[in-house]
């Protein structure tokens, strides 16, 4: 079940990840530190098997996933969820978010008799969406409309969203950026509690202080490279790369490049 | 009007009583159909094959039976003929089932189809044949090229120069007179131009020319437009200015925009006279039907397609079309039909003398010049002996 | 106050449901077929980057002004029996018509189709996928998300469809059978008949007509949008 990036090389019109190696250890939360833009969501999504990287290999189990058949690349992506930095729900009620994944797994013929009865009349609230949703404290809105909820809620539904699935592992960009203290306190809770049951989580996020609140093992990622990782105590007040401490102390909160973002197609 | 009972027809010529022929239906006679009536039962009684003749007299009745009642309800103002009530009971005793593929594309124009004509005829050619019309009402170029493009069976229109086009490349057969009205020059009762009661239509568009009236022109190709351009071209003149308006329209259109206008313009007189409820414009020239100039004459021919240029057209219904149009049961209905109490169109098919002009395009016997306004004396022998002097 | 005097035509009542019933065959299935083409093609354009991508979306854009009775030519020489497809005997069949109104409307479909789907923010695509979702998964939220676009643009294909008459005439033949029923007739070009014969009070019932047929299907887009519930948080 391990999840490794080996020597990977990614960029759009900078160089932005180079020669980054990276494993996930099953069951932790492991966090990715390092100033904006410095590579964090590319290297998540290519954990995502968004696209493949310029050089190098992510591997599930050893195998190179870009080797694999299109089939075969799906069956892992399906062992994975994600939550971005934007809730990005869909236009349409709470359970039926959640439920979303789960829905995509079934066979076609059961899709489309659960979408006539849909039709119909309310579908019975599957098990795993009920507990996703208790699991982030929004078990109560499931009828109502996504896009009606506020910031903070809405990236809680995204979370139970990625939990529904079941997955082995949960990638999450910078999930807390734009909420609240109490939003942000309710998402971490959950993070630990899935990572309690058995969930690994990768976390991205410039946020010492929830690297070292949520985190087993942290990786920092300055200038498109790993250059230190370590469990948190040892990697926030132990630092062996001067970088690191400097990052530590809040200098460094920019990455030396600019870095476009990753998730708008190069022009 | 008498009335006849088809078991006393039976009876009279002669068959068992415990044969019938047809059903007893009541037939409101006109002098018309009793004569053809008549005529079968002396073919019936002089023996022969029953068979043939069974079903003639059964065409006969049922068409008669039609005629009949069509002869009484074209004295409505509608000039509507409604189906006959009785035609359903002859359906299990028509002919048998399809011709070609039991389908006929008719490709006419607008004016003949705005007339309400072929809403009289088609149902009756329908009926006895067991063919479904489809009429496409187009003007006069659109109809031939339909036909040249083989996507019609037959048309009918009345442009005999392009008809004449079209028999000489090959695509028309089979062509024959129908019938003939005229065309009449109308206008504003005012008459601003002042060409009421002349006897020359070249004369006419002059003076319309000179005065500057308000002219409007089909412009659209059409068998009437051919004639208007006829009409200037003899005159000598190349109308153009702001009074000449082409408007590229249909018959019924153009005769309502010139209403609208206070315009002159040139009509065929069935269009105009169907539409007389609609339209202020009165007649200014009389065409030749009421002893106006010959160049106002308005023939219309109908002609089959050539099934060697287009296989798949249906020749066979084609043909039965034409024979049904050119027959004194179709001609007689041509006759009868009005609109707005007058006669629309005058039956031309069929005459005791030879009329080989009707089959070739103008001009094709070795006489050239002479055929030409041989043509024109024909119109004219037509016009003496078909059109009562009351007309 | 002046009442309209008008006569109902030949074949009554009948005739018009005939003549509406043959209008809205003829453009439900050519909107129909549209939109099966459209979605797809919208997706496709909407999501890939290549070269010639601008380009295609303006002539597309150009297609939804395409003058109608230019479409009707084309489609009657290619329909007809001296053209190209002449085997398939369909000049003057409500097929052709159904093809030329597909001309007609597929630019405006997929055009509206094409910038609703582009609207469609990344991250929910993003979403989706990550969620486990194949391709087609992926498109069938897209297009759900961007339904009130998508409705919009079926019912703009619509309108466009139902109130053309000049291919139609042309393709169609407006041809009615002897008794009454309409084969190729449609209100617009039932309108032209009674406009060209004088008898205008006709054409406007047949307009009235019309233009309650279009309200209808109108409303029951917007039903179907509303059906979306709750508003897009901007």
Redesign the interface.
Known sequence: MRLTATDVSKSFDDAVLEDVSLGVEPGQVLTIVGPSGTGKTTLLRLF?A?QPPDSGTIAWNGSDLWSLSEAER?RV??K???V?Q?P??????VRRNVA??IR??KPWSERLRLGVGGLVGNEPLAESVQTALESVGLAHKAG?????LSGGEAQRV?FA??LA?DPEIV?LDEPTSNLDPRNTAVLEDAIRRASDRGVTCVLATHDMNQAERVSDHVAFIFDGEVVETGPPAQVFERPTDRRTKRFVEGELLVDSAVEPDP???SS | MWRADLGQIQARAGFPENRPLAEAVWVPATGHNMRYIEREITLLSDGGDMSIHRRRFLKAASVGTVLGLAGCSSQQSDGNASPTPNSTQQDDQQGSGQIGDGELVLATTTSTYDTGLLGALNPVFEESFGVTMKTIPKGTGASLRTARDGDADVILVHARNAEDQFMQDGFGVNRRDVMFNDFVIVGPEDDPAGINGMESATDAFATIAEQEAVFVSRGDDSGTNKKELIIWDEAGIEPSGEWYRAIGKGMGDTLVQANESGAYTLADRGTYLSMQDEIELVIHVQGPLKGGPVILKNPYGVMAVNPAKYGDVNYQAAMAYIGFLTSPQGQSMIENYTANGSQLFFPNAIAEEPNFGQYVPQGYSAEQAQSLSRHDKQFLYWVENEVPTNY | MVLLQVQLPDGGWTYVLSIVVVSLKVSLTAVGLSTLLSLPVALLIGFTDFPGKRLLTAVINTGMGFPSVVVGLVVLMLLSNSGPLGTFDLAFTPQAMMASQFVLATPVVMSISLSSVEEVSRSIRDAAYVLGGTRVDVGLVVIKEARYGIVTAILAGFGRAISEVGSILIVGGNIVFSDGQSYTRTLTTAITVEARQGRYELGLVLGVVLLALVLVVNSLGSWIRSKGRGTRAS
Do not use: C, D, K, W
């Open positions: 995502a968004f799906l992506r399906r994975m969820s994600m971005f934007e990005s729900l869909f236009n349409a009620p979303y994944g995509v797994r109502q409309n996504a896009l009606t995204a969203r990625a699935v990638l998730t708008e197609p």
